[in-house]
């Protein structure tokens, strides 16, 4: 089944479906509202985030443990975390929400 990769004005979607329209079907059962502005059939069954992409490649902080670190602490309250980790590590508050972010959809 191909991978199909979904852009709405509010998302960005990665669903398997049978054919564009059952991809389509996707994002109106589940995000009624949206208006889909591009969908892309993937040319492979994978989907991969690039760390350097959202600005996660220095490696010496450990920036994954310290974001899962401060999500435990503020357990799970996104904001209180973005907070604690920006005063943990001195990043600035875009650097820190993507961080933050990052680490809650991999299941902190």
Request: hydrophobic share 35%; net charge neutral.
């Amino acid at each position: 089944m191909p991978l199909y990769e979904i852009e709405t004005d509010s998302h960005i979607i990665i669903t398997w479906a049978e054919d564009e329209e059952s991809a389509r079907s996707v994002v109106t059962e589940a995000y009624a509202h949206d208006k889909i502005t591009r969908i892309t059939k993937r040319p492979r069954d994978t989907w991969v985030i690039s760390k350097g992409v959202l600005g996660l490649t220095h490696r010496s902080m450990g920036i994954c443990s310290i974001a899962r670190d401060c999500l435990a602490k503020s357990s799970g309250d996104k904001v209180h975390a973005i907070r604690l980790y920006m005063h943990e590590t001195g990043s600035d508050l875009e650097k820190a929400r993507k961080v933050i972010e990052s680490n809650m959809v991999m299941g902190w």
